[in-house]
C-alpha cells in the first residue's frame, strides 16, 4: 500500500492542547482529504492515520494510502501520483477558503484552458485547477473546514496552524485567519451559470446534400 506522510502541526505558547480541538482538527483534515479523493477519481476510498505525535509545538504526524484504487491505478508509481494530487488539492482548497474569507465572495468565475480563474468582491484573483473547484463545491468539505477552524479559533493559545506533505510546508494560517478561514463564501457567483467552453475541431469528410421532396 503506497502511503504519503502529512503532519498537522499546531503552533503557539503551548503545552498541551484541548482533546477536543486536537480531534476536530484532525478529523476535519481527514474528511477533507477524503472529500478530494472523491472528487479527483469518484470510487476512490483514503484512509488517514495517526502514527504519531510530537511534543513542544505539538505535531500529529498522519499517513495517508489509497485503500481503493478504481478504473486503471494500478501501478505503485500511479497510486502514488494521484495520492500526491489528492493531498495537494485538499491543502488548496483551504488556500482557497482563506482567500475568499479575506477578499470576499466571488463576482466573476472563469473556467478556460483546464483553469478556473476567480475575482473576488475586491478584485483580486486566483487561479485554481478544476479539482479544486470541483471539491470547493463539496458539502462534507465545508462542513469539515468549518469546524477545524472553529475549534482552533476558540483556543487562544493557538497562534498559527501549518498543515505540510513529505517536509514541506503546503499550508499555514494565522490566528487572524481562523474565524475568516471558518466563515469564508461559497465559490459561486450568485445567479451567474458559469460555462465550461472547450475549443473542438470538427472535420468534415464526406458531405451528403439531399434534395426535400
Known amino acids: ?78 497510486i502514488s501520483g494521484q495520492l500526491s494530487t489528492v493531498i495537494e488539492c485538499g491543502h488548496k482548497y483551504l488556500e482557497l477558503r482563506k482567500f475568499l474569507g479575506a477578499n470576499g465572495a466571488p463576482k466573476q468565475i472563469e473556467q478556460k484552458a483546464g483553469n478556473v480563474y476567480i475575482t473576488a468582491n475586491d478584485n483580486s484573483q486566483v487561479v485554481i485547477n478544476r479539482n479544486v473547484y470541483n471539491l470547493s463545491a463539496s458539502p462534507v468539505a465545508a462542513a469539515a473546514a468549518e469546524s477545524m477552524f472553529d475549534v482552533v479559533d476558540d483556543d487562544a493559545d493557538i497562534k498559527r496552524l501549518l498543515i505540510s506533505s513529505d517536509g514541506a510546508e503546503d499550508f499555514s494560517a494565522t490566528r487572524e485567519e481562523f474565524s475568516q478561514i471558518q466563515t469564508a463564501p461559497a465559490c459561486a457567483v450568485e445567479y451567474q451559470r458559469v460555462d465550461v467552453v472547450e475549443k473542438a475541431t470538427l472535420s468534415v469528410t464526406k458531405p451528403v446534400l439531399e434534395a426535400n421532396s
Not at 484541548?18 to 477524503?34: E, H, K, P, W
Not at 479527483?40 to 504526524?61: D, F, W
Open 1 to 78: 500500500m503506497q502511503k504519503k506522510t502529512v503532519m498537522v502541526k499546531f503552533d503557539g505558547d503551548l503545552e498541551e492542547i484541548s482533546v477536543d480541538t486536537f480531534v476536530n482538527v484532525v478529523a476535519g483534515y481527514s474528511r477533507i482529504l477524503q472529500a478530494s479523493a472523491e472528487v479527483i477519481e469518484p470510487g476512490m476510498k483514503l484512509e488517514v492515520k495517526v502514527a504519531s505525535t510530537r511534543a513542544g509545538c505539538l505535531e500529529a504526524i498522519l499517513t495517508a494510502a489509497i485503500e481503493n484504487a478504481p478504473g486503471l491505478l494500478t501501478s505503485l508509481s500511479q
